[in-house]
């Protein structure tokens, strides 16, 4: 007899004669109930032991985290909270867990407590739920992009490239470390190296998926991006999934049409596939913020939040009025900020992205037309030769969650901007061949996937969306 | 006004006044016919150029490789083997490309040459298809797997652990490798390095997998996996995509049936939504074989090969009855076979392998329960005590395209196991936690996407479908 997932069991149109089920104990009540998980859903099914007639011995296995497997009847249940509950017949147990020794007891877990066991984190309500959040998340972006005809590329994850300049990049080697290959000179020898030279790991797959756009029109990315920088915060990851879309012919205003819709689409589509996890999820939010501040309370719970941003259009501001905004606004005036904006041409830091959004705006944002100084060598410039075609979108509570621009297509100016900062031609000759070989107008965008996880989950840190993450000193598992 | 998609156009249900287009010409005849390709279909469209009423100078710049845009009417088409064409009425050059320069001209290149330009080969009728047909394989995964309740986990690509044995390994790190810090005994300190100790890029997620799986019943990763060994062959890249499910209570049975269906499903998907680019690959296919001896050519076409997959079961054989059919065949006899199968126990190399499926079989086949000898740590010991419940799956000309197994759900032999072959236990703690806390019989596979494309496209050589292949010596781009 083939066993049947709880997630069908409680959505049955009727009660059964006959079913059979497995899982993990997450509670056993007064010799009686388990409350058992399968993963399928966030919710328990209730299954009643027929305590007088099953040994003591099988009764005292029944713990925190078995395996257990159940054959009995799913009839009504009186209790609250559910429709049905299983009748168990007979029982079995698969696997113990010894409670003295599991560490996912019924209990309340700090989050730093959890990431020291990610591998086992999983088995708790909350994040069972992130994890399948996460899931739904990644495969509405892959349907959104799909349904409009993008294609799907692996751009490479190793890259003998490191000119972009995203961030730190760690390097990826075969060579013996104890006994490095040299040069006559002394140098290392990487022609000794696999690839016959200098590897990164990659920080951003545009550069190749720009070429791949300039043949298949639309393409987007969503892979693995890494950056060795060592910062300690809970917005950033050493190692996170990145999605890059890149579309020919599209212009900056394109580009934020899209990114606008893109992401209120796979908003939408998690909710609808996962209300029961967030539901849950917007309760454990209001139960953390009971312990802050009044102040420091979202004003919003985490549904209204995300409904928010379906319902409303990201507001559109140019940097220069944001410069302006900033500029005039209490915090800066009453040196509030850390850093104070003092004239156009600042780069705008955390403080003032979330004054913008979260106070002045109170709503999506996407800041464009950045000065050209403080962005990257590929994005558009501007007829007034000062400001690039960037946006950012920045969302409340997280801050940047999409950088993207418009290309420079055209091949004299970039090189131009390249040899002004010092960026190797030869080496980048392939991006180039873009705009030697039937350039046009092009423009994408690169999204922490992490971050958006966060903004839907409503958690804080970056590290309980990610199954195992990777951050300064912290590689395990 | 919003250009259309040439792929739009050529479904069009009717004639249209007023259609704006984008693109790059592939060809450009008589001074008069454009065929147009924007990427979403492998079928160009014919724009019929006024050259009367057309600048010279204009007409001279509508070369292969140029990106351009034009406004006319799409009407029916005289010519042969098009329902639609373009009457263009006006023209603009977006980006030139130099006919001296462009180095896709339409002309027959060689795979070797198409490889040395692979930011390029995109543009030409076989590598925009075979993109195509890998994203929407990429996409008919996802989609196989989320409708089956599976939870897509992103396991880490940089992994602390390195016991698994996969492979050789790459290491990632970045410490400065002109001056490594040193110990007091002289030994590297990795105490410095970013994660506070030796990393490598991961060979498989598949271990972390499987703690997921125990609590959220099904999972199936995706994503990079790497391989530092120096084989230069046409089946092995350095870095190539993995798809790893993993069932919780699903036996070896499950897990051959799980594969069965996931790859048929995943075939027929993009049959379904692919037909122009695998009729354009098989006709590649045809022309590709002429130049073969007639015994090296294939049997069926790309189609028929695809269907014949679809429509018969995989043989199921178990290593016992294959040694026999070995040790038994012409080859072995007549001592073809580089490796003679004398007994029992042998390893089956891949002239084994092509002589069961191309040979005897005719069919996909799964082999089973494999000498524990041969196989990984953590497969389920037979109760023979010598066999192991392996299984991998070899397709035509392909070879091995999955390899799984039942996992070992008892902590004492698996704990056994790992002391036999020397495997560290303190280093793999969290993994053990699985069989200590609710273990259960648990399967899964891990299937080479890269193998899959191979198969579906019909092509021979693994670096032509991927977009930058990374091997021995190569990390361009």
Same mark, same amino acid.
């Given at each position: ?113 959890? @990431? ?180 420091? @309370? ?108 418009? @290309?420079?297509? @055209? ?67």
């Amino acid at each position: 007899m083939k066993h049947t997932k709880v997630k069908e069991l409680l959505n049955s149109a009727q009660t059964l004669q006959e079913v059979y089920v497995k899982g993990w104990v997450r509670t056993f009540r007064n010799n009686q109930f388990i409350a058992l998980n399968d993963g399928s859903t966030i919710n328990n099914i209730q299954c009643v032991v027929d305590f007088e007639n099953t040994p003591a011995d099988t009764l005292k296995r029944i713990t925190t985290g078995a395996a257990v497997a159940l054959k009995g009847s799913l009839t009504e249940s009186k209790g609250a909270g559910q429709k049905y509950e299983i009748q168990v017949r007979s029982l079995e147990i698969l696997g113990d867990s010894d409670p003295e020794k599991f560490p996912m007891q019924p209990k309340k877990h700090t989050l730093e407590f959890l @990431r020291a066991n990610a591998h086992l984190r999983v088995r708790t309500n909350a994040f069972g739920a992130i994890m399948r959040v996460r899931s739904v998340l990644s495969f509405a972006v892959h349907q959104y992009f799909q349904e409009k005809g993008f294609v799907y590329v692996n751009t490479p994850v190793i890259t003998g490239a490191d000119a972009e300049g995203a961030g730190e990049m760690f390097q990826v080697t075969s060579l013996p470390l104890d006994n490095l290959p040299r040069t006559e000179e002394g140098h290392i020898d990487y022609k000794k190296d696999f690839f016959g030279k200098h590897t990164n790991l990659t920080v951003s797959g545009q550069l190749e998926g720009e070429t791949f756009a300039m043949a298949l029109g639309q393409i987007y990315t969503f892979g693995p991006t890494f950056r060795a920088e060592n910062s300690n915060t809970s917005r950033h990851l050493a190692e996170f999934w990145m999605i890059e879309p890149e579309v020919a012919f599209n212009d900056l205003d394109d580009n934020m049409d899209l990114a606008e819709d893109f992401i209120q689409y796979v908003i939408k589509y998690t909710m609808d596939k996962c209300a029961d996890d967030l539901k849950f999820l917007e309760g454990r939010l209001l139960e953390e913020e009971k312990s802050k501040p009044q102040a420091e @309370r979202s004003e919003m719970t985490l549904l209204e939040k995300l409904n928010f941003v379906l319902e409303n259009n990201f507001k559109r501001v140019s940097y220069t009025e944001a410069i302006d905004i900033l500029k005039n606004s209490t915090p800066n005036k009453k040196k509030k900020f850390q850093y104070i904006i003092e004239e156009w041409g600042a780069d705008l830091q955390s403080e003032h992205e979330r004054f913008l959004v979260e106070k002045h705006f109170k709503c999506p944002v996407i800041l464009y037309d950045y000065p050209a100084n403080i962005k990257a060598f590929y994005m558009r410039l501007n007829e007034d030769g000062k400001t690039v075609r960037a946006m950012d979108i920045l969302f409340p509570g997280i801050g940047e969650i999409v950088g993207g621009s418009q @290309r420079e297509e @055209r091949y004299d100016v970039l090189v131009e901007k390249m040899k002004t900062l010092g960026i190797d031609e030869e080496e980048l000759w392939w991006y180039l061949d873009t705009r030697r070989f039937g350039t046009a107008v092009h423009s994408g965008f690169g999204l922490g996937f992490e971050r958006l996880v966060l903004f839907v989950t409503g958690m804080t840190n970056i590290r309980d969306v990610i199954p195992f993450p990777r951050t300064p000193g912290n590689a395990e598992f």
